[in-house]
Protein backbone atom coordinates (compact mmCIF):
# COMPACT_ATOMS: atom_id res chain seq x y z
CA UNK A 1 0.00 0.00 0.00
CA UNK A 2 1.41 2.96 -1.09
CA UNK A 3 1.00 5.48 1.79
CA UNK A 4 1.52 8.63 -0.66
CA UNK A 5 -0.71 11.81 -0.65
CA UNK A 6 0.39 11.77 -4.69
CA UNK A 7 3.02 13.89 -3.67
CA UNK A 8 5.26 11.53 -5.62
CA UNK A 9 6.36 13.03 -9.30
CA UNK A 10 6.64 10.44 -11.65
CA UNK A 11 6.94 12.73 -14.60
CA UNK A 12 10.48 13.74 -13.00
CA UNK A 13 13.43 12.01 -12.83
CA UNK A 14 16.52 13.61 -10.80
CA UNK A 15 19.80 12.21 -11.44
CA UNK A 16 21.38 10.59 -8.75
CA UNK A 17 24.72 11.42 -9.26
CA UNK A 18 24.35 15.38 -9.86
CA UNK A 19 20.46 16.09 -8.99
CA UNK A 20 19.86 17.40 -12.67
CA UNK A 21 16.26 17.13 -12.61
CA UNK A 22 15.02 16.08 -16.25
CA UNK A 23 11.80 14.93 -16.97
CA UNK A 24 11.73 10.73 -16.47
CA UNK A 25 12.01 9.29 -20.10
CA UNK A 26 9.78 6.78 -21.57
CA UNK A 27 12.62 4.25 -22.59
CA UNK A 28 12.14 0.55 -24.28
CA UNK A 29 14.03 -2.54 -23.40
CA UNK A 30 17.47 -2.12 -23.89
CA UNK A 31 17.38 1.51 -23.96
CA UNK A 32 19.75 3.54 -21.34
CA UNK A 33 19.15 7.18 -20.57
CA UNK A 34 22.54 9.34 -19.58
CA UNK A 35 22.11 12.47 -17.56
CA UNK A 36 22.60 15.73 -19.84
CA UNK A 37 24.97 17.82 -17.30
CA UNK A 38 27.20 14.37 -16.07
CA UNK A 39 26.23 11.90 -18.35
CA UNK A 40 25.72 9.14 -15.80
CA UNK A 41 23.44 6.47 -16.35
CA UNK A 42 19.81 8.43 -15.11
CA UNK A 43 17.29 5.28 -15.91
CA UNK A 44 18.21 2.23 -17.78
CA UNK A 45 16.09 -0.56 -18.97
CA UNK A 46 17.15 -3.79 -19.63
CA UNK A 47 16.35 -6.32 -22.42
CA UNK A 48 14.19 -9.33 -21.00
CA UNK A 49 15.85 -8.41 -17.33
CA UNK A 50 14.03 -10.89 -15.05
CA UNK A 51 14.47 -13.89 -17.40
CA UNK A 52 17.69 -13.64 -17.31
CA UNK A 53 17.95 -12.42 -13.94
CA UNK A 54 16.43 -15.78 -12.66
CA UNK A 55 18.81 -18.50 -14.35
CA UNK A 56 22.17 -16.54 -13.55
CA UNK A 57 21.03 -16.21 -9.87
CA UNK A 58 19.95 -19.72 -9.67
CA UNK A 59 23.61 -21.22 -11.16
CA UNK A 60 25.10 -18.59 -9.33
CA UNK A 61 23.48 -20.53 -6.36
CA UNK A 62 24.67 -23.71 -7.12
CA UNK A 63 28.40 -22.61 -7.91
CA UNK A 64 27.95 -21.45 -4.54
CA UNK A 65 27.03 -24.31 -3.16
CA UNK A 66 30.15 -26.05 -4.89
CA UNK A 67 32.77 -23.92 -4.10
CA UNK A 68 31.69 -24.26 -0.49
CA UNK A 69 31.24 -28.15 -0.11
CA UNK A 70 33.86 -29.27 -2.27
CA UNK A 71 37.84 -28.49 -1.43
CA UNK A 72 38.83 -25.44 -2.48
CA UNK A 73 42.79 -25.80 -3.02
CA UNK A 74 45.47 -28.02 -1.35
CA UNK A 75 49.31 -28.27 -0.88
CA UNK A 76 51.88 -31.17 -0.09
CA UNK A 77 55.38 -31.71 0.58
CA UNK A 78 57.94 -33.86 1.94
CA UNK A 79 54.94 -36.15 2.82
CA UNK A 80 52.71 -34.20 4.36
CA UNK A 81 49.65 -32.95 3.01
CA UNK A 82 46.70 -30.51 3.58
CA UNK A 83 43.68 -29.80 1.36
CA UNK A 84 41.16 -27.26 2.55
CA UNK A 85 37.68 -25.57 1.36
CA UNK A 86 36.50 -22.28 1.45
CA UNK A 87 34.53 -23.44 5.12
CA UNK A 88 37.70 -25.03 6.69
CA UNK A 89 39.72 -22.24 6.23
CA UNK A 90 37.00 -20.40 7.97
CA UNK A 91 37.16 -22.47 10.82
CA UNK A 92 41.06 -23.59 10.81
CA UNK A 93 41.86 -19.48 11.01
CA UNK A 94 38.43 -19.00 13.84
CA UNK A 95 41.11 -21.06 15.89
CA UNK A 96 44.05 -19.71 15.19
CA UNK A 97 45.92 -16.61 16.68
CA UNK A 98 43.68 -13.99 15.02
CA UNK A 99 39.83 -15.29 15.39
CA UNK A 100 39.10 -11.76 13.77
CA UNK A 101 40.76 -12.89 10.33
CA UNK A 102 37.88 -15.55 9.86
CA UNK A 103 35.34 -13.00 10.54
CA UNK A 104 36.96 -11.14 7.64
CA UNK A 105 37.16 -13.77 5.12
CA UNK A 106 33.44 -15.43 6.35
CA UNK A 107 31.36 -11.88 6.06
CA UNK A 108 33.05 -10.80 2.91
CA UNK A 109 33.37 -13.83 0.62
CA UNK A 110 31.27 -16.13 1.69
CA UNK A 111 27.61 -14.34 3.47
CA UNK A 112 28.03 -11.20 1.47
CA UNK A 113 27.82 -12.86 -2.20
CA UNK A 114 25.64 -15.69 -0.45
CA UNK A 115 23.02 -13.25 1.23
CA UNK A 116 23.14 -10.59 -2.69
CA UNK A 117 22.34 -14.26 -4.39
CA UNK A 118 19.48 -15.02 -1.94
CA UNK A 119 18.06 -11.89 -2.35
CA UNK A 120 18.25 -11.51 -5.92
CA UNK A 121 16.33 -14.77 -6.43
CA UNK A 122 13.36 -13.55 -3.78
CA UNK A 123 13.08 -10.22 -5.59
CA UNK A 124 13.00 -11.46 -9.35
CA UNK A 125 12.00 -15.32 -8.66
CA UNK A 126 7.96 -14.24 -8.18
CA UNK A 127 7.97 -11.40 -11.00
CA UNK A 128 9.34 -13.84 -13.12
CA UNK A 129 6.47 -16.10 -12.46
CA UNK A 130 3.99 -13.51 -13.06
CA UNK A 131 2.76 -12.81 -9.76
CA UNK A 132 3.39 -8.88 -8.33
CA UNK A 133 6.05 -7.63 -6.33
CA UNK A 134 6.25 -9.41 -3.19
CA UNK A 135 5.70 -6.90 0.16
CA UNK A 136 9.68 -7.30 0.92
CA UNK A 137 11.35 -6.54 -2.58
CA UNK A 138 12.31 -3.00 -2.09
CA UNK A 139 13.75 -4.57 1.08
CA UNK A 140 15.52 -6.71 -0.45
CA UNK A 141 16.43 -4.85 -3.44
CA UNK A 142 18.09 -2.41 -1.50
CA UNK A 143 20.35 -5.10 0.20
CA UNK A 144 21.69 -6.14 -3.35
CA UNK A 145 22.50 -2.44 -3.86
CA UNK A 146 24.26 -2.03 -0.31
CA UNK A 147 25.72 -5.15 -0.29
CA UNK A 148 27.20 -4.76 -3.41
CA UNK A 149 30.43 -2.71 -2.97
CA UNK A 150 31.21 -5.11 0.46
CA UNK A 151 30.84 -8.96 -0.97
CA UNK A 152 34.11 -9.66 -2.35
CA UNK A 153 34.75 -13.06 -3.19
CA UNK A 154 35.99 -11.89 -6.44
CA UNK A 155 39.34 -10.06 -4.62
CA UNK A 156 39.47 -13.55 -2.28
CA UNK A 157 40.06 -15.35 -5.38
CA UNK A 158 42.56 -12.96 -6.76
CA UNK A 159 43.68 -13.11 -3.40
CA UNK A 160 44.18 -17.34 -3.64
CA UNK A 161 46.03 -16.95 -7.21
CA UNK A 162 48.88 -14.53 -5.18
CA UNK A 163 48.81 -16.83 -2.40
CA UNK A 164 49.28 -19.85 -4.53
CA UNK A 165 52.57 -18.37 -6.31
CA UNK A 166 53.91 -17.28 -2.71
CA UNK A 167 53.65 -20.86 -1.70
CA UNK A 168 54.71 -22.68 -5.70
CA UNK A 169 57.99 -22.58 -4.48
CA UNK A 170 57.46 -24.00 -1.07
CA UNK A 171 55.20 -27.23 -1.97
CA UNK A 172 53.17 -29.05 -4.59
CA UNK A 173 49.72 -27.23 -5.27
CA UNK A 174 46.30 -28.49 -6.15
CA UNK A 175 43.06 -27.44 -6.98
CA UNK A 176 39.72 -28.53 -6.06
CA UNK A 177 36.50 -28.39 -7.92
CA UNK A 178 35.57 -25.34 -5.02
CA UNK A 179 38.46 -23.17 -6.71
CA UNK A 180 36.33 -23.45 -10.05
CA UNK A 181 32.82 -22.85 -8.75
CA UNK A 182 33.75 -19.97 -6.59
CA UNK A 183 34.98 -18.79 -10.18
CA UNK A 184 31.84 -19.29 -10.96
CA UNK A 185 29.93 -17.93 -8.42
CA UNK A 186 31.76 -14.22 -9.19
CA UNK A 187 30.98 -14.53 -12.95
CA UNK A 188 27.33 -15.71 -12.36
CA UNK A 189 26.59 -13.41 -9.35
CA UNK A 190 28.23 -10.48 -11.67
CA UNK A 191 25.87 -11.73 -14.60
CA UNK A 192 22.79 -11.45 -12.30
CA UNK A 193 23.57 -7.88 -10.93
CA UNK A 194 24.09 -6.71 -14.99
CA UNK A 195 21.00 -8.45 -16.00
CA UNK A 196 18.94 -7.15 -13.38
CA UNK A 197 16.98 -4.11 -14.30
CA UNK A 198 15.90 -2.09 -11.10
CA UNK A 199 13.47 0.47 -13.14
CA UNK A 200 11.36 -2.70 -13.72
CA UNK A 201 11.56 -3.67 -10.27
CA UNK A 202 10.79 -0.52 -8.57
CA UNK A 203 7.69 -0.14 -11.68
CA UNK A 204 6.17 -3.39 -10.13
CA UNK A 205 7.00 -2.32 -6.37
CA UNK A 206 4.64 0.99 -7.30
CA UNK A 207 2.37 -1.00 -9.13
CA UNK A 208 1.66 -2.95 -6.26
CA UNK B 1 20.07 23.45 -15.91
CA UNK B 2 18.43 23.11 -12.38
CA UNK B 3 18.84 20.70 -9.99
CA UNK B 4 16.06 18.62 -7.84
CA UNK B 5 17.06 20.44 -5.04
CA UNK B 6 16.21 23.74 -6.34
CA UNK B 7 13.66 22.88 -6.98
CA UNK B 8 12.30 21.91 -3.66
CA UNK B 9 12.45 17.85 -4.56
CA UNK B 10 14.66 15.11 -3.70
CA UNK B 11 15.69 11.74 -5.21
CA UNK B 12 15.08 8.66 -3.50
CA UNK B 13 18.42 7.00 -3.65
CA UNK B 14 16.90 3.25 -4.04
CA UNK B 15 13.96 3.32 -5.86
CA UNK B 16 14.73 6.71 -8.11
CA UNK B 17 11.15 8.05 -7.06
CA UNK B 18 11.32 12.63 -7.33
CA UNK B 19 9.50 13.29 -4.27
CA UNK B 20 9.26 17.16 -2.30
CA UNK B 21 12.19 17.20 -0.18
CA UNK B 22 9.65 17.99 3.08
CA UNK B 23 9.01 14.29 2.49
CA UNK B 24 9.94 12.34 5.68
CA UNK B 25 9.94 8.68 4.01
CA UNK B 26 9.81 7.58 0.27
CA UNK B 27 6.42 6.90 -0.87
CA UNK B 28 7.57 4.19 -2.94
CA UNK B 29 10.22 2.07 -1.13
CA UNK B 30 9.86 3.64 2.18
CA UNK B 31 13.34 4.95 2.50
CA UNK B 32 14.16 8.00 4.77
CA UNK B 33 14.28 11.01 1.96
CA UNK B 34 17.59 12.92 2.77
CA UNK B 35 17.94 16.20 0.71
CA UNK B 36 21.99 15.90 1.34
CA UNK B 37 23.19 14.53 4.26
CA UNK B 38 23.53 16.69 6.98
CA UNK B 39 27.62 17.13 8.28
CA UNK B 40 28.42 14.44 5.92
CA UNK B 41 32.34 15.78 5.87
CA UNK B 42 32.59 15.01 9.12
CA UNK B 43 31.74 11.82 8.63
CA UNK B 44 34.54 11.42 5.87
CA UNK B 45 36.95 13.04 7.61
CA UNK B 46 36.15 10.77 10.75
CA UNK B 47 36.19 7.46 8.62
CA UNK B 48 39.37 8.75 6.65
CA UNK B 49 41.10 9.48 10.06
CA UNK B 50 40.29 5.86 11.35
CA UNK B 51 41.47 4.46 8.36
CA UNK B 52 44.79 6.66 8.38
CA UNK B 53 45.68 5.83 11.96
CA UNK B 54 45.13 2.19 11.28
CA UNK B 55 47.69 2.35 8.42
CA UNK B 56 50.55 2.92 10.50
CA UNK B 57 50.31 -0.46 12.55
CA UNK B 58 49.22 -2.18 9.41
CA UNK B 59 52.26 -1.38 7.79
CA UNK B 60 54.89 -1.45 10.58
CA UNK B 61 53.59 -4.86 11.83
CA UNK B 62 54.11 -7.74 10.39
CA UNK B 63 51.30 -9.53 8.79
CA UNK B 64 52.01 -13.23 8.93
CA UNK B 65 54.86 -14.94 9.56
CA UNK B 66 56.47 -18.18 7.94
CA UNK B 67 57.78 -20.53 9.92
CA UNK B 68 59.99 -23.15 7.52
CA UNK B 69 61.82 -25.74 9.38
CA UNK B 70 61.56 -24.30 13.07
CA UNK B 71 62.95 -20.41 11.64
CA UNK B 72 60.22 -18.09 12.04
CA UNK B 73 60.27 -14.98 9.23
CA UNK B 74 57.77 -12.72 10.11
CA UNK B 75 56.98 -10.69 6.78
CA UNK B 76 55.48 -7.24 6.85
CA UNK B 77 53.15 -5.66 3.85
CA UNK B 78 56.85 -4.31 1.76
CA UNK B 79 58.28 -7.30 3.17
CA UNK B 80 56.05 -9.07 1.14
CA UNK B 81 56.29 -7.45 -2.17
CA UNK B 82 60.32 -7.68 -1.73
CA UNK B 83 60.35 -11.47 -1.17
CA UNK B 84 58.35 -11.60 -4.41
CA UNK B 85 60.67 -9.56 -5.95
CA UNK B 86 63.23 -12.09 -4.68
CA UNK B 87 61.42 -14.94 -6.34
CA UNK B 88 61.13 -13.18 -9.83
CA UNK B 89 57.25 -13.31 -9.14
CA UNK B 90 57.44 -9.54 -11.14
CA UNK B 91 53.77 -9.71 -11.89
CA UNK B 92 52.18 -10.60 -8.40
CA UNK B 93 54.71 -8.57 -7.05
CA UNK B 94 53.16 -5.46 -9.15
CA UNK B 95 49.67 -6.53 -8.21
CA UNK B 96 50.58 -6.73 -4.50
CA UNK B 97 52.16 -3.53 -4.82
CA UNK B 98 49.19 -2.01 -6.02
CA UNK B 99 46.75 -3.01 -4.46
CA UNK B 100 48.46 -2.75 -0.63
CA UNK B 101 50.52 0.39 -1.09
CA UNK B 102 49.76 2.87 -4.42
CA UNK B 103 46.06 2.13 -3.87
CA UNK B 104 45.31 2.77 -0.08
CA UNK B 105 47.94 5.92 -0.06
CA UNK B 106 46.36 7.37 -3.26
CA UNK B 107 43.11 6.56 -1.77
CA UNK B 108 43.83 9.14 0.97
CA UNK B 109 45.19 12.06 -0.76
CA UNK B 110 42.17 11.57 -3.14
CA UNK B 111 39.48 11.56 -0.83
CA UNK B 112 41.07 14.04 1.15
CA UNK B 113 41.28 16.09 -1.79
CA UNK B 114 37.69 15.46 -2.64
CA UNK B 115 36.52 16.65 1.05
CA UNK B 116 38.00 20.06 1.02
CA UNK B 117 36.91 20.77 -2.35
CA UNK B 118 33.39 19.45 -1.08
CA UNK B 119 33.70 21.83 1.65
CA UNK B 120 34.97 25.23 -0.73
CA UNK B 121 31.84 27.53 -1.56
CA UNK B 122 32.66 27.07 -5.53
CA UNK B 123 33.81 24.22 -7.85
CA UNK B 124 34.81 24.93 -11.36
CA UNK B 125 35.18 21.39 -12.51
CA UNK B 126 32.51 19.36 -10.77
CA UNK B 127 32.98 16.34 -13.75
CA UNK B 128 36.40 15.89 -12.38
CA UNK B 129 36.10 15.65 -9.19
CA UNK B 130 33.21 13.38 -9.74
CA UNK B 131 34.98 10.95 -11.74
CA UNK B 132 37.59 10.67 -9.40
CA UNK B 133 35.32 9.82 -6.66
CA UNK B 134 34.18 6.80 -9.01
CA UNK B 135 37.52 5.51 -9.60
CA UNK B 136 37.92 5.49 -5.60
CA UNK B 137 34.86 3.96 -4.85
CA UNK B 138 35.79 0.78 -7.67
CA UNK B 139 38.98 0.35 -7.03
CA UNK B 140 39.24 1.25 -3.25
CA UNK B 141 37.77 -2.72 -2.09
CA UNK B 142 40.81 -4.31 -4.47
CA UNK B 143 42.85 -3.18 -1.24
CA UNK B 144 41.74 -6.31 0.38
CA UNK B 145 43.58 -8.66 -1.58
CA UNK B 146 46.57 -8.75 0.76
CA UNK B 147 44.18 -9.78 3.50
CA UNK B 148 42.98 -12.98 1.83
CA UNK B 149 46.35 -13.88 0.61
CA UNK B 150 47.32 -13.96 4.62
CA UNK B 151 43.94 -15.95 5.37
CA UNK B 152 44.61 -18.57 2.56
CA UNK B 153 48.66 -18.78 3.43
CA UNK B 154 47.41 -19.30 6.94
CA UNK B 155 44.80 -21.68 6.44
CA UNK B 156 46.08 -23.58 3.68
CA UNK B 157 50.00 -23.68 4.68
CA UNK B 158 49.90 -25.76 7.47
CA UNK B 159 52.80 -28.50 7.20
CA UNK B 160 53.83 -29.50 10.64
CA UNK B 161 57.75 -29.19 10.59
CA UNK B 162 58.50 -28.45 6.78
CA UNK B 163 56.37 -25.05 6.38
CA UNK B 164 53.69 -23.25 8.92
CA UNK B 165 52.28 -19.86 8.33
CA UNK B 166 50.87 -17.90 10.59
CA UNK B 167 49.10 -14.17 11.17
CA UNK B 168 50.61 -11.57 11.94
CA UNK B 169 48.62 -8.67 14.06
CA UNK B 170 49.59 -6.21 11.63
CA UNK B 171 46.51 -7.81 8.90
CA UNK B 172 43.57 -6.30 11.40
CA UNK B 173 44.44 -3.09 11.17
CA UNK B 174 45.48 -3.14 7.46
CA UNK B 175 41.50 -4.61 6.88
CA UNK B 176 40.23 -2.13 9.17
CA UNK B 177 41.83 0.65 6.68
CA UNK B 178 40.59 -0.74 3.38
CA UNK B 179 36.69 -0.84 5.35
CA UNK B 180 37.11 2.34 7.44
CA UNK B 181 38.54 4.40 3.39
CA UNK B 182 35.89 2.51 1.77
CA UNK B 183 33.32 3.83 4.08
CA UNK B 184 35.12 6.95 3.97
CA UNK B 185 34.21 7.74 0.04
CA UNK B 186 31.06 6.11 0.41
CA UNK B 187 29.98 8.91 2.53
CA UNK B 188 31.10 11.19 0.45
CA UNK B 189 27.67 12.59 -2.09
CA UNK B 190 29.27 13.59 -5.23
CA UNK B 191 26.15 16.06 -5.74
CA UNK B 192 27.84 18.12 -3.24
CA UNK B 193 30.24 19.57 -6.22
CA UNK B 194 27.76 20.22 -8.63
CA UNK B 195 25.26 22.08 -5.81
CA UNK B 196 28.49 23.99 -5.98
CA UNK B 197 29.13 24.37 -9.46
CA UNK B 198 29.92 27.80 -10.68
CA UNK B 199 31.75 28.18 -13.83
CA UNK B 200 32.19 31.95 -13.40
CA UNK B 201 35.89 32.80 -13.36
CA UNK B 202 36.51 35.23 -9.83
CA UNK B 203 35.85 38.91 -11.04
CA UNK B 204 39.29 41.14 -9.99
CA UNK B 205 39.94 41.86 -6.39
CA UNK B 206 37.09 40.44 -5.24
CA UNK B 207 39.39 37.71 -3.30
ZN1 LIG C 1 24.05 13.99 -13.66
ZN1 LIG D 1 12.30 5.09 -2.65
Known amino acids: MVTADGRERLDLLACPACDALHSRPALDEGEVAHCVRCHAVILARKHRSVDRVV ?11 VAVTFPFVGVSEAGLANQI ?45 GRPAPRYAAAELKVVRRLAPWAMAEIFLVGTAVSLVKV ?30 EDTIWAAVRAR | MRSA ?14 VPADEPRCPVCHDRIVLRQPRQLQRVWAFWLVALIAYVPANLLPIMETVTLGR ?59 RVHRVVELVGRWSMIDVFVVAVLV ?44 PEPLQGSAV
Open chain 2, 155 to 198: ALVQLGAVAQVRPGVGVLPFALTVIFSMLSAGALDPRVFWDKFD
Open chain 2, 72 to 130: GDPQTIIGGVFVLLEHHDYFIAGVVFVASIIIPTAKFGAIGWLAIAAARTRVRHPEGLH
Open chain 1, 168 to 197: AGLAHLSFGPAFLGLLATVVLLAMATVYLC
Open chain 1, 55 to 65: PAAAAALLAYL
Open chain 2, 5 to 18: AEEGLALCRYCRTV
Open chain 1, 85 to 129: SVIDAVVALAEGRLGLLAVVLGVFTLAFPLWMIVSLLMVTVPIRL
